[in-house]
């Protein structure tokens, strides 16, 4: 049984919830943690951008994370979301049973 993590980007801590809380609801997500305050520097259209974010990581099995990608970027604001997944290779056995049985329908 495989893992992932999911890092995405927002630009309000009240988008992250609302999605965070959508993502566990349905079964995409077993948990996401918030990082309240991040700081951003990227270059959109031909502009450099300092913007103050938040991001999440969000926990997921290898069934899911397809389903879960697709639903952040149909919900989230942005017109390019950072949306980036990593498949955890070594984990404690509980937490990924845990994982799994959170995600399954």
Excluded at 29 to 57: F, G, L, Q
Excluded at 69 to 83: F, L, M, R, T, W
Aim: hydrophobic residues 35%; charged residues 25%; positive net charge.
């Amino acid at each position: 049984m495989k893992i992932y993590f999911i890092y995405v980007t927002f630009g309000s801590l009240k988008e992250a919830r609302k999605i965070g809380s959508q993502l566990v609801k349905k079964k995409l997500a077993a948990c996401t943690n918030i990082i309240p305050v991040i700081y951003s520097t990227y270059i959109w259209k031909n502009k450099t951008m300092v913007d103050k974010e938040c991001s999440m990581i969000v926990k997921t099995s290898k069934s899911k994370i397809k389903d879960a990608i697709k639903y952040i970027i149909k919900k989230h604001s942005y017109d390019c979301p950072a949306v980036s997944a990593f498949p955890i290779e070594s984990s404690h056995s509980d937490f990924k049973k845990w994982i799994y049985e959170q995600t399954r329908s």
